[in-house]
């Protein structure tokens, strides 16, 4: 991520978010991810409201922070291209819901199809949810939503 300080370090947990950004930030964040590839991104206007730990938001022990000159549809877009690699292709909500999500936000991005587009591709994920056979088809729509739902004009223009 961008930090000075990267690491791996024991947190309390119970800690805010903002706790830990103002510790190992570099006072320029952006958003944290929260629970690795399939966790959820964090904006910086919910890192006081956001606690670290099984009451807030779960960990998964892994959490990136990223500085404002990082470009939130290159995340994204890194994450869909992960997603689309890693899914061992036996269920069809995996397979073609990755493929569908990555070049859903491309076409967004060249204007292909309309900044709404992605509200039909959030749909998408829901029902990746539901019907993939595994956790990795399950969790896409944990980053993909979080970033659509706090960095959309990233995503668009």
Known sequence: GDTPISGIYELELGMPLNDFVNEFGDGDTKAVQVGGASGHCVPRKKFNDTIIGFEGIPTGGSMMIFNSSRSMYNVLHDYLEF??????????????????????????????????YLDDLKKLTGTMKIAAKCGLGQSVGNPFNSIIDNFREEIIY
């Open 83 to 116: 997603f689309t690699e890693e899914s061992c292709g036996q269920c069809t909500p995996c397979r073609v819901g990755c493929q569908q999500l990555l070049k859903g936000i491309e076409a967004v991005k060249r204007g292909e199809r309309p900044p709404a």
